[in-house]
C-alpha cells in the first residue's frame, strides 16, 4: 500500500494509487517501512485506549442493573417505613401528637406560671422598698421641721429680752418661761 503524506512525510513519494504494480518503487523499500512503523506506533496506543474505553463500558453496563435495584430498594423501604401500614398505626400517630401538643403545651404553662410568680415576688419586694423609702423621706422632713424650729428658737434667744419698766416681774417671768418651754413634744 502507498505511504499516506498527511501521517509520515519523511517517506518517498509512493506509487499513484491507480497503478496496478502492488510493488514498492525502486528505492523505496526501506523508507516504506519507516513510513510504517511510525504510523503503527501511532495506532497501537489509540487501539489500547478504544479497548480499555469498551472494557470499562461493558463493566459500567452490567454493574449499572445491580446499582440500580439496589436504590429502587432502599428507597422502597424507606417510603413502606414512612407510610403507615393500617387505620390502627394512623390512629396511633394521631395519638402521639395530640400528646407531644399535650405536654409541650403543659411546659409552657408551668413555664408562664414561674415567669408570674417571679413578677409578682419582684412587684412584692418593691413595694416594700417603696414603703421603706416614703417612710425615711417621712423622718428626713420631720427632722428639717425640727431643725428649722430649734434654729428660730436659738435665734429668739440671742436676741436680748427688753425689759419693760412698767409691768410686774410676773410677766417677764411668764415670757422667759414661753421662750424656754419647747413649743412641741417629741414622742
Not at 510504517?36 to 497501537?44: R, V
Not at 436659738?154 to 418661761?177: D, F, H, Q, W, Y
Request: with cysteine; charged share 25%.
Amino acid at each position: 500500500m502507498g505511504c499516506v503524506r498527511i501521517l509520515c512525510s519523511a517517506c518517498a513519494p509512493c506509487a499513484p494509487l491507480g497503478s496496478t504494480s502492488l510493488a514498492a518503487p525502486a528505492g523505496a523499500g526501506e523508507e516504506q517501512n519507516d513510513c510504517d512503523d511510525g504510523f503503527a506506533k501511532m495506532i497501537e496506543p489509540m487501539m489500547y485506549m478504544g479497548i480499555g474505553f469498551l472494557f470499562a463500558a461493558l463493566i459500567g453496563v452490567a454493574v449499572l442493573p445491580l446499582v440500580h435495584d439496589r436504590a429502587v430498594r432502599l428507597t422502597t423501604r424507606r417510603l413502606q417505613a414512612a407510610l403507615p401500614q393500617s387505620m390502627k398505626e394512623i390512629q396511633a400517630d394521631r395519638d402521639l401528637l395530640r400528646a407531644e401538643f399535650a405536654m409541650s403545651t403543659r411546659r409552657l404553662e408551668m413555664n408562664l406560671e414561674q415567669l408570674k410568680d417571679k413578677s409578682t415576688n419582684h412587684i412584692v419586694e418593691l413595694s416594700k422598698r417603696d414603703d421603706i423609702i416614703n417612710r425615711l423621706k417621712l423622718q428626713r422632713d420631720m427632722l428639717r421641721v425640727d431643725i428649722i424650729a430649734l434654729n428660730a428658737q436659738l435665734e429668739t434667744k440671742k436676741r436680748p429680752i427688753p425689759v419693760n419698766k412698767g409691768t410686774t416681774g410676773k410677766a417677764s417671768v411668764l415670757s422667759l418661761m414661753r421662750q424656754w418651754v419647747p413649743q412641741r413634744s417629741y414622742r
